[in-house]
T-cell receptor
Framework: LAKTTQPISMDSYEGQEVNITCSHN???????ITWYQQFPSQGPRFIIQ???TKVTNEVASLFIPADRKSSTLSLPRVSLSDTAVYYC???????????FGSGTRLSIRP | NAGVTQTPKFQVLKTGQSMTLQCAQD?????MSWYRQDPGMGLRLIHY???????DQGEVPNGYNVSRSTTEDFPLRLLSAAPSQTSVYFC?????????????FGSGTRLTVV
């Protein structure tokens, strides 16, 4: 089963912008790119999706280049509460199944 | 809407026992999936379903059975529990249609096999 690739961990400080990049080498033509956030002892939570270019919502921005082989999740001015694991699974929001990789463990320091 | 409801939240089993983890969704979603998450690891897909009566294997199906008799329910059965099945199990649901909210996950079942 195809999977995406992303860094295992990242560290940053409160108030900084954090960018997490994901490789989608096996993405299907009709798949949206989605990102999820998971806090300890909770299930993952959908935070943003996109197909091409840039999408922004109240939580994050998502940048997708024209070839769609990668995506970058951008978290502006992070706080301690953004400490979590972030996933960019294979299979879009309307796919029959989504495959998670190891995710990126983001740690925010004061 | 309750979303995705998983029961029980916690369970301790002895090796060799069987049990069923329950999952129900009230969003009329076609797709449902079961994942397991070991400590410090990502989620691994066990089984999934694209609709009532249709199921398929994921990445780690051995030792687990599923069935989907209704749109709402997708139970996961452990046939003969083993310590290697100690994990947190998450159920999720999604829709085939235009879905701007991604998959919805339950709060998980923490299973310990001794």
């Amino acid at each position: 089963l195809a999977k995406t690739t992303q860094p295992i961990s990242m560290d940053s400080y409160e108030g900084q912008e954090v960018n997490i990049t994901c490789s989608h080498n096996n993405i299907a033509t009709n798949d949206y790119i989605t990102w999820y956030q998971q806090f300890p002892s909770q299930g993952p939570r959908f935070i943003i999706q996109g197909y091409k270019t840039k999408v922004t919502n109240e939580v994050a921005s998502l940048f997708i280049p024209a070839d769609r082989k990668s995506s970058t999740l951008s978290l502006p001015r992070v706080s301690l509460s953004d400490t979590a694991v972030y996933y960019c699974p294979h299979g879009g929001s309307s796919a029959s199944k989504i495959i998670f990789g190891s995710g990126t463990r983001l740690s925010i320091r004061p | 809407n309750a979303g995705v409801t998983q029961t029980p939240k916690f369970q301790v089993l002895k090796t060799g026992q069987s049990m069923t983890l329950q999952c129900a969704q009230d969003m009329n979603h076609e797709y449902m999936s079961w994942y397991r998450q070991d400590p410090g690891m990502g989620l691994r897909l066990i089984h999934y379903s694209v609709g009532a009566g249709i199921t398929d294997q994921g990445e780690v199906p051995n030792g687990y059975n599923v069935s989907r008799s209704t749109t709402e329910d997708f139970p996961l059965r452990l046939l003969s529990a083993a310590p290697s099945q100690t994990s947190v199990y998450f159920c999720a649901s999604g829709t085939r249609g235009d879905n701007s909210e991604g998959y919805t996950f339950g709060s998980g079942t923490r299973l310990t096999v001794v």
